[in-house]
């Protein structure tokens, strides 16, 4: 017989949480946030989503000190942004993948999403923080790729260069990389494209098929709803990361 781990719900435990609704805690940033409310938003699950009201305050009683963090019933507090979007995945296939294939495809654009994002904390400036790297430095990270760099130094034509390259892989057309196109890796991936976008606007121009991608999904009612009003938060995420002045 298989035997379960304690670190996750039994069947019955599953079917009886799934009516209770998950909350999800952010601050009103477009930053870790937007992606998994997005996919909360997609897979059907309830939710809630709710702001800090006192950061300092809640900070130590948060798994890694950290936001976001899901209230998950049954289980309690999670942290880490992936660890919740597989969540979402495991809790509804399609939003894993609807083959094996999908799935594979939808954990590298979560991660190849996460590495840009890591990229941007490293190198772009935010509302609240100004000139975090030289001008020399800013202009390589949005200027023409080098591909003879190290990956930790890439930027971001060259990251667009290589999801370019993916999509056309992936072979599935429409502006989608899985057959359904809103896995979590999409979701992630969409995320980081706007704050891309938030950033300069034509950043996609010279990407057909990452720019097909960005469109479909940006169209869609639901993440239309998280960008107009937040979908389950009070309201919409602000921009976090913005041009070098």
Not at 19 to 33: I, N, Q, R
Not at 208 to 218: K, N
Request: proline share 5%.
């Amino acid at each position: 017989a298989i035997r379960r781990s304690n670190c996750y719900p039994s069947p019955r435990q599953q079917v009886e949480g799934a009516a209770m609704a998950v909350k999800f805690t952010y601050f009103p940033l477009f930053a870790k946030g937007p992606a998994v409310a997005v996919a909360l938003q997609k897979s059907g699950l309830e939710w809630e989503g709710a702001f800090p009201e006192d950061w300092k305050a809640m900070k130590a009683s948060t798994p890694w000190r950290e936001l976001p963090i899901m209230e998950v019933p049954g289980v309690g507090i999670i942290g880490h942004e992936l660890a919740m979007l597989n969540y979402i995945a495991s809790k509804v296939p399609k939003m894993a993948g609807e083959s094996e294939k999908d799935f594979l495809v939808s954990q590298q654009l979560m991660h190849e999403a996460e590495d840009i994002y890591k990229s941007l904390v490293a190198k772009q400036d935010t509302f609240m923080a100004k000139d975090r790297v030289s001008q020399e430095v800013y202009d390589k990270f949005w200027g023409e790729p080098d591909v003879t760099i190290h990956n930790r130094e890439f930027g971001i034509v060259l990251y667009l260069g290589l999801l370019e390259e993916f999509y056309a892989k992936c072979g599935v057309g429409g502006g989608k990389f899985t057959s359904n196109g809103s896995t979590v890796g999409e979701c992630k991936l969409w995320a980081i494209l706007h704050m891309l976008k938030m950033i300069k606007d034509d950043v996609l121009a010279t990407f057909p098929g990452v720019l097909a991608f960005y469109s479909r999904f940006t169209s869609e009612p639901e993440t239309q709803a998280i960008l107009t009003n937040g979908g389950k938060f009070p309201s919409a995420f602000k921009q976090y990361f913005v041009a070098k002045e």
